[in-house]
Every structure is written in C-alpha cells, then in structure tokens.
C-alpha cells in the first residue's frame, strides 16, 4: 500500500502549538517538503482544537502553493481536511497525535512497589501517560493517606496491577477497596466514570468486579506481569490507547471531529487512524528505527516543563521511557536549580556570577519563558542548566530502566561467580548505537556544536556513539506515521528529521593525568589522515561533513575500554556529521571535574576553544 | 508591514471585569442573578465528603475475614457515634470478650469480607466560595457557582505568593524606584495592601507579617530572600497555595526592578481604596498571573475592551524583560524583517528602539513587552 500514499499530512497538537508537516513522495523517497504552525485552539476562547489543526494545514496549503507555483493545491475543503484518493486532489491520509490539554495523566497501583508496581508503571509511560502516582500495597503510606492521594489526584484513568496469575488476591482486594473508598473522579468533568483498567491477578478478577464495577468504569484485560519472570504489557498498553482515544480525547473539545478527519489507506481501504499521545508516538518511532536498523537508540525531549527520556536496549529491543515531570528549561527551569544544585550547574561554566544574580536570572526565565537568552554569558548560563537538567533526567531513566525484579536470574556457568542479580539498568552507554537529542535548547542552538557538548556532557557516551538532534521535532508526527507506511516514517526520519552531529569517541575508565588515554588513526574520506596519541584530560574535534565516512584504528590506553574490552584495539566506521568526530578522552567511570576553580575554568575554555563551541570572546572572560 | 504580536500584561484604569467563582464539586448557590455582592460574601457552599479512614477489624478481632459477618452489630451505610460498637466476639462462656469500638463519628462507607477491612467516613466538610470581588453576579450556573462582573481598574502581576486577600491600598512610596524600610511598616499598615517600590525584602515582608498586612505589591522581589521566607525553593511555576499570612504580587519580576511607570500611577490614583488581590501564579498551558482588582463605580459608557492583540509597530512603547537593560522602557524605533544574529549568535527577529535614557537599543522582539497606552 505504502506506493500508493503520495501525499501525507501530520500534525501535533500540543498544549501551545499545533505543528503541521507534509510528507510528499518525491522521486521515489518519501520527504518532509513543507511545515507550518498555528496557536492550539483547545482553551477558550475557540474551544475547539481543529481550529489551530485547520490554521496550521492552511499554513502548509499556502506554502506547498508558493513551492511549486500551483494554485490548485488544496488541503482542505468544507472546513475539513480533504482526503481523497484521485491524483492530485487533496491528501491520502491525515494522521496526528496530541498532547494539549496537559497529555494524558494517569495514576497506577501494584502489590509491591518494585515489581507489579514497576511495571505498571512502565506500561503506562510505555503508552505515553504521565505516572502522577504509584499507589502500592507495600509503600509505606498508611491506608486512609494513600485513599486522600487516589482522592485528590483526579487523574483521567487508573491502571491496576497486582499479583501474578493464580497468587494471592488479598492485596489485590485491598488496592480495590482503597480504590472504591476514594471514589475518584476523572480530570475532565463528572459526567462520566473514571476508567479503570484491571491487568493484575486473574484469579481477583470477580473480587474487582464486586468491588469496582458500579463505581468506575471497569475494564479487565491480560495481567501485565503474569509470572515475576516476565511482563506482559502489550494488552494493558492497547487499553490505554483506547481509553485514551474514547475517554479522555472524547472530553477534550473538538477531538471528536478531530477523530473522525483521522483518516489513511490500510489494506486497501481508507480507515481510520488513531490519534496518538505525542509521547507515545515518539515512543514508536524510536522502536521502528531500533527495529528496522537493529541498533541500540537513546533519545530525549527536554521542553520547557518536562524532559522525556526514551531508550531502546539489548537484543530484545527493550523499550523504556521516562518522564522527569519536573525538569525543564522555562516552567520548570527553577527546580533544575533545586535538584541539581548551584555548584553543579556552575561547574559548566568558564566564568565568575554571583550567586544571587544567578538565581534572579533563572527565576525571571521561569516567569517569562519565552524570553532568549541575548548575551552570550546568559546562554552559556541557559547551556550549562541543560546539562544538569539532561544529567538528572538521564539518572532518573537509568534506574527505571531496568531488568524485572523479583525474579530469579538464570545464570549461565561463566556468571556462576558473579554477584549479578536481578533489577539492574539495562542501559549500556557502550553498546548504544545513536542518541538522538530534541527540544528547544538542542534543536535551536545558536552553534550545532554546542548541542553536540550539551549531549555528550550529560549523557557521557562511551566507546563509538553516534549524535544526533530532532530538527524540528517531528518524531511525534512519525510515530503515527509509522502505524501506516514504516517506510516512509524511516525514511523521512534519516533524510529531513535527524541533524546528523557526528559520533563521539569516548574510552572508559580511570584515566591517568599525562598518561596517553586512545591512540587514534583515522583515515578521512579527502585522503588525509589523522595519527595522534590523545593524553588523558582532552576533547579533540575532528572534521568530518553529513553523510562521510572515516576508517578509525583505536588503540585505548592502559586499562581503558573502547568497546572491545580492556586494551583492545578496536577498527570501525565512523559517521561524519554537521558537527564532525569528537575524540573524548576526558575519562569516564569517573568523569570527573577538576575541583579547583581556576584549573576548572581553564580546562573549559580549552575544550570549549577546541570545539569551537563559542565565539572566541568567551576565552578572553 | 512592521507589525509584531508582543504579549504584555495588562494594566488599565477601567475595564469590565468577569470572574468565575465555581465550586471544585457540585453544591448550592447561595445567591441569584442580580444580586449585589461583597468581596466577603459567600455565593456558593457545598460539603466536600470526609475523610475515609480504613479500619482492619478481622485483625483487630483475631479472627479471619470471613468470619467477620458473625461478630458485627454494624452494617454498611450505618451512622456511627465515637465509642460505639463495631464488632464484639463471644469469648468463652462470655468471658475475654474482644469488643472493638468506633475511633470516630461518621458513618460506615464498605465491610470487606475478602480483607476483613472496614472502611469508615468522617462527617463531610464544609466549603464555601466567596465572591472576592465586589460587583453584580451576571450569571448562576446551576450547583456549580455563579459569574460575577464589575468595573475596576485592574493590573496582572507577573508573579505571586498567597491566595486571595483584600484590603485598602495604601502607598508607601513617592516613586516607582524608591524602596522601603523596616521602619515604614507600622501599625497603620494592619490589614492594608501596601504597595512597595523596586523591591521588598526579607526584614519587610517580615515586619508586614508581624503587623498584619493583607498583601504587597512590588516591583521586585529577590530569589534568596522568597526562599528565606517560604523555607523552600520554589521549583515550578505553580504558586498561590502558601500560607505566610499574607499574599504578594510581584509586578515585574525577580532582583530590583522599578514597578511600571503607568502601573505606579495607577495605584497612587487608588490609594485609599478596596483592591481584591490574588497571588496565584501558573505558567504554563492555561497561563494564570497574579491580579489586583480595584473596583470603580459602574458607569454607562464602560463597555467590555475585547481581548486585542498588543501589536508592536514603530513608535509602540516596550519595556525591556530580559536582561541587558532588564525593566527599561523605551520607542521602537526600527522593526526590521531578517532574521538577526544577537550577542549570543542567536538568529532572531528583533527590533531597533530608544529607551527613556537616550540609548538606541537593538533587541530580540521576544525580550520585549508592549505597554498598552
């Protein structure tokens, strides 16, 4: 089906703004040709979210009719997006995803907190929800404060799990009752029950029905943790998109109209397309690339409110995401403050600020978030926060994502010995493939090289990585592009949707002052090779443009690991990008910074001179 | 043409005004359309259910869930008084009998038989809203709470703590620069919105606690000393739920800012008269600023101003709100359409203009706000 789709349609309605792009099929790829904004219109005074989707596509309609000179271009027909398939006439399919109106907010409740709980949790954000609460049987909460929390929470559905298939139903019970005792309403008005969904015990099923059913609008689906050793989280996922589709988007205004113009060819019939949560769209695009690619992909979002982290790792493709609800670089740019602290954040930068100037700064960012940062030091200012913000949301997924607890560990004879047990973070910097970097503060930075630094600052990849940010935040767009035609979601996310930076070389391990930390020879494209032995304690940028390959032979120094294991010599490929190669040999498992002031800064200036992330005038402050 | 959104916030002398005043759960409005209303009173009351509180009476009686029927002299949906019997187990020829008695009044919400748990409720809870500001109520959503108009001058703040306070305005400034000492708080400050210069500091905010100040209003307030005075940092933008005895609006933002000129005029016209304050502050998706609400006599010719655009053209007067020349006001001057690279290599859309000191600026158009004349 996918050659028949020639012109596509997406949109993202966002609590602010609705994005529109156009996906054309253009000798024989598909590409991102055209987008346009307009303000969401879901709050008052319109009330009605297709008035920004029709601004936006109208948008795009003005644009594609400037581009190729054609007047006859038209998106939109009656006041609807106009799908039909006769040759250019309209579109083939209009798809979106939305998180206005705050996304979809969800509370969740399991037996013990680290198991059931966990992975409740992780269906929840797996389906692009914000977790505002894990309510567990073992968290310590005394009953009645825990029936207040469920109370106040006034979340748009709950996700119950708890016990393994055939276990014990007592705490399952238990969680019910407090349920029903709060008697919860949903966000978005009174005039209907909160939806519930059940995925725990199968064998408590009856004993939730008796107790649930009257109250909420129950809904029973798979267990989503069946035995400890496994999870199950595919149905409880699908729930949730569909209760997020007929609840929740039903209540928000004009998201029924939205719905039914949702619309593109599967199997040969034109069906409607479910619109997605915008996370859980960025969610499935990460998985197709991972997927189709067969590699390892880390991705974040950092927006002005919260930061999204979302991974895929081992040979399973093993899919997390996180949300640090509270990191961001305007709403929330004060508690990137509080959470990291100021030492932390200053120690990115290569100058003296008072502290108390500092403060007012971030405060006044907080208040006025749509300000710009006009002098180079409050950039910087805004720069070195990123990274704390990025670092802190980057801990936080590391210690979600990780292997199920509870269960028994089956070890192979080599691991007989090991101290390995079950709960630990699936993240591996040293086997991640591409980390992918979106959001204001890394899509919209004034030198690419500077994202380039933010990234590999805080995520502190290792071994051979490759860097790349969002251009214009359309992961969302091609998450539910992909439900229809994954090759032109892939495709379009290789060509126009990633600004590739380049990759990062990074040995890991406790390196020696004066000592040589990576010797490297990389033969470049142009003929010219680069041979040096890089000391310890130093950032080198290497050219190398979008779409070039260098052969590398890496040799790290003693002790360290470049991804083949303690002093083994790696060759590879590495990919060029609008950034280059950045040999990293700064250390990692511990990176470290000097804690010395006057070292520290000149240490900065010397790696920010050497990747020439800021104007010359920086070194001279 | 050289035409620009630009949001500022607004301050003008007379507008209409419409303030929802809606209850969190459905009740009984306590007034009708037509009425006349006092910031004090109350236009809508509803009781909020109690508090339920979970109760392991198989537990409690040593016994399992199950048997639990056996033992009760209580039954769900019963109104219970404090001390009264819940369960009572027969013992052994009547004797170590377990009796476990009522911890509250209320009534019994659920018997679990699976969980042995009884779930008890406290009596409900009253709320009432009240109408904050004075003025007519125009409308009465049925259970829900009532739309009250009036005309007022009215400013938004750009930030606040504390909830919503009245009082009488009083001046303790001569201009928008000056910035007041402990000392000029003193009794004749009790229950009166003061309005401060630049900015508040810790010792006066402190000695306004002490003699009872409703509310402050300022230019500016200084990061380290809110912190001092909530014992915390404030992290997100979602302010208004502190209780620090009274309620600030901030109405330009964080370090010494004079307050607006056209802001300060205002507020000296109005020295002596009721305001209706709020500090409730909430930055993002369905933006809330602080306000301060003086109302006016009705008269015929105000009509309601519709929600226009603030447009900056040339000769449109700004202010600066963001850093380098932070509070400043000036003239535009120029609105050239390229993109420009600043200080910072930022390519932005900016705009040429002379501030009240003499000095020709150059400034991204999103570090600028227009002040409506």
């Known amino acids: 089906m996918a050659q028949k789709l020639k012109r596509i349609i997406a949109t993202d309605c966002g609590s602010t703004t609705t994005k529109s792009i156009l996906i054309e099929f253009v000798d024989g790829e598909y590409r991102q040709t055209i987008r346009g904004e307009a303000p969401t219109t879901v709050e008052k005074p319109l009330n009605d979210v297709t008035r920004g989707v029709v601004n936006a596509v109208t948008e795009l309609e003005e644009l594609a009719r400037l581009k190729y000179g054609d007047d006859s271009i038209s998106f939109i027909k009656d006041e609807n997006i106009w799908l039909s398939e006769k040759e250019n006439e309209g579109v083939d399919a209009y798809i979106s995803t939305s998180s206005a109106g705050g996304g979809l907010q969800m509370m969740v409740t399991g037996v013990v907190a680290a198991m059931t709980g966990e992975s409740a949790e992780r269906a929840a954000l797996g389906a692009g929800a914000i977790v505002m609460d894990l309510i567990a049987s073992n968290d310590k909460r005394p009953n009645h404060e825990k029936i207040e929390r469920i109370r106040n929470l006034r979340p748009d559905m709950i996700l119950m799990a708890g016990g393994v298939d055939g276990g014990t139903t007592k705490h399952v019970a238990e969680l019910a009752e407090l349920v029903g005792a709060a008697d919860p309403k949903p966000r978005l008005g009174s005039s209907y029950k909160l939806p519930v969904i059940y995925a725990g015990n199968n064998k408590a099923r009856d004993i939730i029905k008796d107790t649930l059913a009257d109250k909420t609008d129950l809904i029973i689906t798979e267990n989503l943790r069946p035995v400890l050793e496994s999870e199950n989280l595919g149905p409880a996922r699908d729930k949730i998109h569909d209760l997020f589709m007929e609840h929740v988007m039903a209540q928000a205004p004009g998201y029924s109209k939205l719905m039914s113009w949702a619309k593109g060819p599967k199997d040969g019939k034109l069906v409607n397309i479910p619109i997605m949560p915008t996370p859980a769209a960025v969610g499935n695009i990460m998985q197709t690339i991972a997927k189709i690619e067969d590699i390892e992909v880390l991705g974040v979002d950092i927006g002005g409110a919260t930061t999204d982290v979302f991974s895929v790792f081992t040979k399973d493709k093993i899919f997390n995401r996180t949300v640090s609800a509270n990191l961001g670089m305007s709403y929330s740019i004060s508690n990137v403050l509080a959470t990291a602290g100021l030492d932390e954040i200053l120690r990115w930068v290569p100058f003296d600020i008072n502290e108390s100037e500092l403060r007012n700064m971030i405060k006044n960012k907080m208040i006025r978030p749509t300000t710009i940062p006009q002098k180079l030091e409050e950039l910087i200012l805004e720069q070195a926060i990123a990274k704390e913000a990025l670092k802190y949301a980057f801990i936080q997924h590391k210690e979600f994502a990780v292997g199920l607890k509870g269960g028994q560990v089956k070890k192979d004879i080599s691991e007989a010995f090991s101290t390995k047990t079950s709960g630990q973070s699936i993240v591996n910097m040293m086997t991640l493939d591409l980390l992918v970097g979106s959001g204001g503060v890394l899509s919209h930075a004034p030198r690419r090289n500077q994202s380039m630094m933010m990234v590999i600052d805080s995520f502190l990849p290792e071994g051979i990585t490759k860097i790349a940010v969002d251009s214009i935040f359309m992961m969302p767009q091609l998450g539910v592009l992909a439900e229809i035609s994954e090759k032109a979601a892939t495709e379009v996310f290789e060509k126009d949707c990633l600004v590739h930076l380049g990759t990062c070389v990074a040995p890991v391990g406790k390196i020696k002052p004066n000592k040589i930390a990576l010797s490297a020879k990389i033969e470049l494209p142009n003929g010219e090779i680069f041979e040096e032995n890089l000391l310890a304690g130093g950032l080198k940028l290497i050219p190398l443009g979008v779409g070039e390959i260098a052969k590398a032979t890496l040799k790290p120094g003693k002790g360290l690991d470049i991804g083949a294991g303690k002093n083994q010599e790696i060759i590879a490929e590495l990919t060029g990008g609008v950034v280059g190669i950045v040999l990293d040999t700064r250390g990692r498992r511990p990176f470290t910074l000097d804690r010395n002031t006057e070292n520290r800064v000149q240490l900065l200036k010397k790696w920010m001179k050497e990747m020439q992330v800021y104007p010359e005038s920086t070194y001279q402050m | ?373």
Not at chain 2, 54 to 63: E, Q, R, T
Not at chain 2, 171 to 192: A, F, G, R, T, V
Not at chain 2, 215 to 228: P, R, V
Not at chain 2, 257 to 269: C, D, R, T, V, W
């Open chain 2, 1 to 373: 043409m050289a035409q620009a959104y630009s949001p500022g916030l607004k301050c003008t002398e007379n507008i209409i005004l419409k303030k929802d005043r809606i209850l969190p759960i459905k009740g009984k409005v306590k007034v009708k359309k037509g009425d006349k209303v006092v910031a004090s009173d109350v236009v809508a009351e509803t009781l909020l259910p109690g508090k339920v509180i979970p109760f392991n009476l198989a537990n409690k009686l040593g016994i399992a869930p199950n048997l639990l029927e056996k033992y009760l002299k209580v039954k769900a949906g019963d109104t219970l008084e404090k001390g009264q019997t819940l369960a009572q187990t027969n013992g052994f020829f009547g004797l170590f009998k377990t009796e476990i008695k009522s911890p509250i009044d209320g009534e019994i919400e659920n018997i679990s038989k699976i969980t042995g748990q009884m779930l008890l409720r406290e009596p409900r809870i009253p709320i009432q809203v009240k109408a904050f500001i004075d003025g007519i109520v125009v409308e009465v959503i049925e259970e829900e709470g009532v739309i009250i108009e009036n005309q007022s001058a009215y400013i938004q703040g750009i930030f606040g703590i504390g909830g919503e306070t009245t009082g009488e305005i009083k001046m303790l400034i001569s201009s928008p620069e000056e910035e007041i000492k402990p000392n000029q708080i003193d009794e004749s400050c009790k229950d009166k919105i003061v309005v401060c210069g630049s900015l508040v500091s810790f010792d006066v905010i402190k000695k306004c606690q002490k003699v009872g100040v409703a509310g402050i209003i300022t230019g500016g307030i200084d990061d380290h000393d809110l912190k001092k005075l909530l014992g915390y940092n404030i992290g997100v933008a979602i302010t208004g739920h502190e209780e620090i005895g009274l309620s600030i609006v901030v109405t330009e933002g964080f370090g010494k800012i004079n307050m607006s000129h056209k802001g300060f005029e205002l507020l000296k016209k109005f020295n002596g008269h009721k305001a209706s304050i709020h500090g409730i502050t909430q930055i993002r998706a369905g933006v809330m600023r602080p306000e301060i609400i003086i109302p006016i006599k009705m008269t015929d010719e105000a009509v309601e101003k519709k929600a226009e655009m603030a447009t900056l053209e040339i000769g449109t007067t700004i202010r600066v709100i963001r850093q380098p020349n932070f509070g400043l006001i000036g003239k535009v001057t120029a609105l050239p359409e390229k993109l420009t690279k600043v200080e910072s290599e930022t390519m932005v859309r900016i705009l040429e203009a002379k501030l009240e000191n003499g000095e020709t600026i150059t400034i991204p158009r999103a570090n600028v706000e227009v002040i409506e004349s």
